[in-house]
């Protein structure tokens, strides 16, 4: 099976993206993306939205990657990446 070719600009602007955002093709948060906290019942899900600064999970044995959000009234918390679901593009739900 040959694969298609595919335009130099379009190559050039996926190792833009991955040169500038390593994380993203790791699966990973990216900055815009929103993050929704988690559902309680009977209350409201909060909608923040992810920064792009990250850091090493320092948790003994996690390996994750903590992730900067900000939420309604500037308050930024890191939730860590094994802790948050994607459950649409763009959209990743902490657990």
Do not use: K
């Not at 993203?24 to 939205?49: V, Y």
């Amino acid at each position: 099976m040959q694969l298609p070719e595919i335009p130099d600009d379009c190559v050039d602007e996926l190792m833009n993206v991955l040169c500038r955002d390593p994380y993203h093709a790791q699966g990973l948060p990216i900055a815009g993306d929103t993050m929704l906290t988690r559902p309680i019942e009977g209350e409201q899900q909060t909608e923040g939205w992810v920064m792009g600064a990250r850091r090493p999970c320092a948790l003994d044995g996690c390996g994750g990657v903590r992730i900067y959000v900000r939420w309604p009234g500037g308050q930024i918390t890191q939730p860590c990446s094994q802790g948050i679901t994607q459950i649409a593009q763009g959209v990743w739900q902490i657990e």
